[in-house]
Nanobody, 117 residues
Framework: QVQLVESGGGAVQAGGSLRLSCTYS????????MGWYHQAPGKRRELVAS???????NHADSVKGRFAISGNDAKDTVYLQMASLQPEDTGVYYC???????????WGQGTQVTVAS
């Protein structure tokens, strides 16, 4: 089965930076889209950024200019570079993989990000 493992979360001051990583396996699985989602307590899980297998990246308006999604050459890891972090960015960040061929999605366990004022 497809497995996703996130890392890189932590506690930072406002204005600080973090780099989240999501490593997935098997590497040759037919994944079309990778995405990072943010969920704060009591709120819906929301898409932050996505990356297609063709290398096209998209970011939510709320994080444009601050966050950047990217992948590695081996096609087994997706990153979320986070800068200018604010308290409202606090929450759990989840990695999601979607396969159009299999019509299936897979989620990681999440990693906690806490931004202090």
């Amino acid at each position: 089965q497809v497995q996703l493992v996130e890392s890189g979360g932590g506690a930072v001051q406002a204005g600080g930076s973090l780099r989240l990583s999501c490593t997935y396996s098997p590497r040759d699985f037919a994944i079309n889209i990778m995405g990072w989602y943010h969920q704060a307590p009591g709120k819906r899980r929301e898409l932050v950024a996505s990356l297609t297998s063709d290398g096209d990246a998209n970011h939510a308006d709320s994080v444009k200019g601050r966050f950047a999604i990217s992948g590695n050459d081996a096609k087994d890891t997706v990153y979320l570079q986070m800068a200018s972090l604010q308290p409202e960015d606090t929450g759990v960040y989840y990695c999601r993989a979607y396969s159009d061929f299999w019509k299936a999605e897979f989620w990681g366990q999440g990693t906690q990000v806490t931004v202090a004022s």
